[in-house]
């Protein structure tokens, strides 16, 4: 087995390194498929022309321009356009290039930089440099569509690197202080990145086989995926590898029984985070529909390399592994009760203050839902506003007609003027320019009076298109920054009123399957629904309160409940299926708390190393991954901490028995000396 990984490894790491030579953020692939928007993006690329790059450099001097920094601003651009020669030249309506502010203290020109040059990460650098020839306190900020595309890149650039090796650092920091073993630590990190490299070449291979859609932070998430749950999946093995070896003297026999206890668990836990990953499919989004196979391609991987790989090294490497701790055959295992079989019986003797307390505890995270919800604002989305973020707010300053995110519309040439004058008379537009005409069609810039990703300027944007499509026969289209942002927010929505009952429905089925009963389906479904509900309200205080961001991204909300249900439920299907094969032997009562003093310690270090992961994503400078990191490892910790701990063990002693039903173990089970049934609950302290 180790054999045949070592060929795949071969086999698959030059592939794997590939992966982001297929990852794009072109908004043509990330948009909504069958958005307006998509399909002016398309037609812009399409077009001759098409590919140029927009800049907008926008000077400015407190005090006032001078006659040196008009010369200045004149000079730069004659030299970058001259550089930077354009595909066509500029419609004579447009005037000069350099524009004045009416107060006189700006200047601004645009410049089109062919893609030929270069994509804008690699343009938006030296255009900087070349304009730093400038007289003492003329401030000069670089922005537009493809300079904000350029810092954009920039941040994700070496994304993936920094992301694998803090989360190695991160992982393997936890493994240690877990195992408290020099060299233990180091198996389930090989083995995991045996995981992940597998993962990366499969990705690649889907995106050239089936064109799926990978950007920057869907591969940041699936190394995320593949480190977290695969490190799981090795907790919860060892644990039952250590308790075997105490009653097997053959590791290789002990392996099989740890296997056998552990398999079914972990394989249900990859089979719902699979299918709920999977359910994204659905999402017309094409960044978020594209998680869905890359993920589930991770979970795959990590899987299949913890249910092979991992147990075929410890195998080989024996008892010793667990040095200095090293669990010796027919050694008893001690009996003490621990922290978790404490617990347990705190639970049994008040199972309502237990789980009305833990009910009362989500409730109070639950009231932070009340905070700021609302869409985050492209400018709001950098910890630290670069450049071209900033300057937007610059250029408003000083040119409010210009301060928007132009709007872009495409109509026929022969009703150009019709449409122009249509946009020009509808409220909300500042200022409405012709364009040229390519390709068989006509383009208009058109700037919103209102600041961009605001409710008034997507107001704008839809009036604009309700009259353009009125013009007949003109098959006008209307999109830009501004309005893709208005459809991802509206395709978003829509998303997730399918995705996520289609999320539940699919991680209902699999729990039933699993646990071979109605009730305890629903009742862990329904606490990791609260857990989601008090994780996102206790995030969102943070965020508004503490951190200061400006709102939510539209992704976050979907994303942060695909996995916290599908990976919070991992810790359900942990300890419930763990009740289940115990209940067989002592009822209910006794076999939940076995299982959580057998499965307490395993599921919270799985937390702690799942939150942990994810925590990795908010040493990121944007807050779009800020927000997924911290909302995930706070719902994780959560969840594994309080809901798997003490919620759904004080709800299963309450509901006794009548929680597996309607299968055999629901019912009264017969006394072996013919007397009768038991009571609902073996244990006669519960019984009183």
């Not at 040439?413 to 249509?422: F, G, H, K, S």
């Not at 997730?496 to 109605?518: F, Y």
């Not at 994780?535 to 400006?550: I, K, M, Y």
């Not at 798997?644 to 017969?670: K, N």
């Amino acid at each position: 087995m180790i054999g045949l990984w070592v060929a795949l490894a071969v086999l698959m790491g030059p592939l794997s390194g590939k992966l982001s030579s297929v990852t794009t953020d072109r908004a043509v692939d990330t948009l909504p498929a069958g958005a307006e928007s998509t399909q002016v993006a398309a037609l812009e690329e399409s077009l001759p022309g098409g590919e140029d790059n927009t800049f907008v450099f926008v000077y400015h001097r407190a005090g006032g321009l001078t006659d040196a920094d008009r010369a200045t601003v004149e000079r730069h651009y004659d030299t970058l356009a001259k550089r930077y020669p354009p595909q066509a030249a500029a419609p004579e309506d447009q005037g000069p290039q350099a524009k004045p502010s009416a107060d006189g203290t700006a200047m601004m020109f645009t410049l089109d930089v062919s893609t030929t040059y270069g994509a804008p990460e690699a343009i938006v650098g030296p255009l900087r440099d070349a304009a730093k020839d400038r007289p003492a306190g003329l401030e000069l900020d670089v922005t537009g569509p493809a300079a904000v595309d350029g810092d954009m890149e920039a941040v994700f650039d070496g994304i993936d690197l920094q992301v694998l090796l803090t989360t190695l650092l991160v992982v393997a920091l936890l493994l240690i202080l877990t195992y408290r073993s020099p060299v233990l630590w180091l198996i389930p990190l090989v083995a995991v990145g045996a995981a992940a490299l597998t993962a990366m070449a499969t990705v690649y291979l889907l995106v050239k086989g089936f064109g799926i859609v990978v950007n920057d932070q869907n591969s940041a998430l699936l190394t995320i995926l593949v480190f977290g749950v695969g490190t799981d999946y090795a907790l919860l093995l060892i644990a039952r590898y250590r308790e075997a070896l105490h009653h097997h003297e053959n590791v290789r026999v002990a392996m099989v029984h740890a296997l056998r206890g552990a398999a079914p668990a972990i394989v249900a836990s990859a089979a719902t985070v699979i299918a709920g990953l999977l359910c994204l499919l659905a999402a017309d989004l094409n960044s978020t529909s594209g998680l869905g196979p890359i993920g589930a391609a991770g979970i795959v991987c990590a899987l299949v390399a913890m249910l092979t790989l991992f147990p075929a090294m410890l195998v080989v490497l024996g008892r010793r592994i667990f040095w200095p701790a090293i669990p010796r055959f027919g050694t008893a295992v001690e009996k003490k009760p621990g922290l978790w079989g404490r617990l347990g019986a705190a639970i049994s003797r008040r199972r309502w203050v237990a789980a009305l307390g833990s009910l009362g505890v989500l409730g109070v995270f639950v009231i932070g839902l009340a905070g700021n919800t609302g869409a985050l604002r492209e400018q709001d989305q950098f910890l630290s506003a670069p450049e071209s973020v900033s300057g937007f707010t610059v250029l408003r300053q000083h040119f409010p007609e210009l301060g928007g995110q132009p709007m872009t519309v495409f109509t026929r040439p022969a009703y150009q003027e019709r449409v122009l004058d249509v946009v020009k008379g509808t409220p909300g537009v500042a200022v409405a320019v012709p364009g040229e005409t390519r390709g068989g069609w006509t383009d208009i810039s058109v700037f919103p009076a209102d600041a961009p990703d605001t409710v008034a300027e997507y107001d704008t944007i839809k009036r604009v298109r309700t009259a353009v499509h009125a013009v007949s026969g003109a098959e006008a289209i209307v999109g830009g920054p501004s309005a893709e942002h208005l459809d991802t927010e509206v395709t978003t929505s829509r998303d997730e009123l399918l995705v996520i009952p289609l999320v539940l429905a699919v991680v209902l089925l699999v729990l039933g399957l699993l646990l071979r009963a109605i009730v305890a389906p629903l009742v862990l479904m329904a606490t990791v629904i609260v857990s989601f509900a008090a994780a996102f309200g206790g995030s969102v205080f943070v965020f508004d309160t503490v951190l200061g961001f400006q709102g939510l991204d539209d992704s976050v909300p979907l994303l942060a409940f695909l996995f916290l249900v599908a990976l919070g439920v991992d810790y359900n299907i942990f300890l419930a299926s763990r009740a289940r094969e115990e209940t067989v032997r002592l009822g209910t009562g006794k076999g939940m708390l076995k299982a959580l003093s057998a499965t307490g310690g395993v599921i919270t270090s799985a937390g702690l190393v799942l939150a942990a992961t994810f925590a990795v994503l908010t040493s990121l400078p944007l807050v779009m991954l800020v927000e997924v990191g911290f909302l995930v490892a706070f719902g994780v910790l959560l969840d594994a901490l309080l809901v798997r701990s003490v919620l759904v063990p004080a709800l299963t002693l309450l509901f006794g028995r009548r929680i597996w039903w309607p299968s055999r173990l629901s019912r009264p089970a017969e006394l072996p000396d013919g007397r009768g049934s038991l009571a609902a609950d073996e244990e006669p302290a519960l019984r009183r």
